[in-house]
């Protein structure tokens, strides 16, 4: 298994939280790791929130652990994880962080992230690289307002929710300002986004290297890229950041950029998808 980065050696965010240090080789949770103690934090955040797990210590809190525990998905896309304490084990390794940090569920956490991409073009040309001459691709971008960071719009899978509808709605609601945004323009775009929606392909399923991981609590996604080959569809759209994010752009594609989490690591899986510049 891949070992996770952005989860080790830093603060926590939001809080003033060090995680206590754990090396590549301590990151597996066989190797013996002795003196290995991890700072326990659960956010005050959490308490009665009504999308939050309770505490595991609760005792009317019976979940059922690597099933579909009845609209909760507390399955791992990466295989079974391990019970301890009462605790599920993260799926990679070791964190610093015991608890569950400011993520609801114990386990797994399940997002989905569209990744929408068009061709940069002039006047309907794909304009291409001057070093690799290799057209370049563009993703819809957003910057996240919780870290200032450039992301793809992803969200959370609401219980119940299907990715299919997960992926369309962040996507509305991360880039188009659905949720605000002046609802005349969006109902003549609906059926264009209906049908773009539909032809979407999945690039990648399983653990993010998301900063809010903890030892008992992580990150899943699964990730679709969603293309606009003529830039006719999705593509001609006027951007609007809405919710979780605080601007949005279409991003040139190439292997310098810097990305939340573990996303560029999805972004080039569609970059070999579509042959395009890196
Ligand atoms: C990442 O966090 C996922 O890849 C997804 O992009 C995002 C979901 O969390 P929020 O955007 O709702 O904070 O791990
Ligand atoms: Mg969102
Ligand atoms: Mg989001």
């Known amino acids: ?6 989860c080790r050696n830093v603060k926590y965010p939001f809080s003033e939280v060090q995680r206590f240090p ?14 290995y ?8 955040v959490l308490l009665n929130k009504p999308w939050a797990d309770p505490d595991v210590s609760d005792n009317n809190f019976k979940p059922r ?8 998905n507390r399955k791992s896309h990466e295989g079974e994880y391990a019970i301890q304490h009462g605790r599920p084990l993260n799926i990679r390794g070791r964190t610093g962080i015991s608890g569950r940090g400011i993520l609801g569920k114990w386990g797994p956490n399940h997002a989905a992230d569209p990744i929408v991409t068009r ?10 690289h001057n070093k690799t001459n290799l057209p370049i691709l ?16 992803g969200g959370m899978v609401d219980p119940g929710e299907t990715i299919t509808a997960t992926l369309k709605r962040e996507f509305q609601e991360e880039a188009l300002n659905s949720l605000e945004a002046n609802t005349e323009q969006l109902e003549k775009d609906r059926n264009i986004i209906a049908d773009f929606f539909k032809g979407g392909i999945e690039v990648y399923k399983g653990y993010v ?9 992580w990150m899943e996604t699964v990730a679709y890229n969603f293309h606009d080959d003529t830039n006719l ?6 951007l609007q950041a809405g919710d979780d994010a605080k601007s949005v752009q279409w991003m040139d594609i190439d292997q310098t950029l810097a990305l939340y989490a573990s996303h560029i690591n999805f972004i080039k899986i569609v970059v070999r998808l579509r042959n395009c510049h890196w």
């Open 1 to 6: 298994r891949m070992l996770h980065f952005k």
């Open 22 to 35: 754990v090396s590549d080789d301590q990151v597996p949770w066989n190797f013996q790791f002795e003196n």
């Open 37 to 44: 103690q991890p700072v326990e934090y659960t956010s005050p």
């Open 65 to 72: 652990w690597n099933a579909l525990d009845g609209v909760i």
């Open 119 to 128: 061709w940069k073009m002039d006047n309907g040309v794909k304009i291409l």
């Open 138 to 153: 563009q993703f819809c971008a957003i910057q996240r307002r919780d870290n200032n960071e450039w992301a793809i719009p």
């Open 209 to 217: 290297d998301d900063p809010r991981n903890t030892d008992n609590a």
């Open 233 to 238: 569809s999705v593509g001609k759209f006027a």
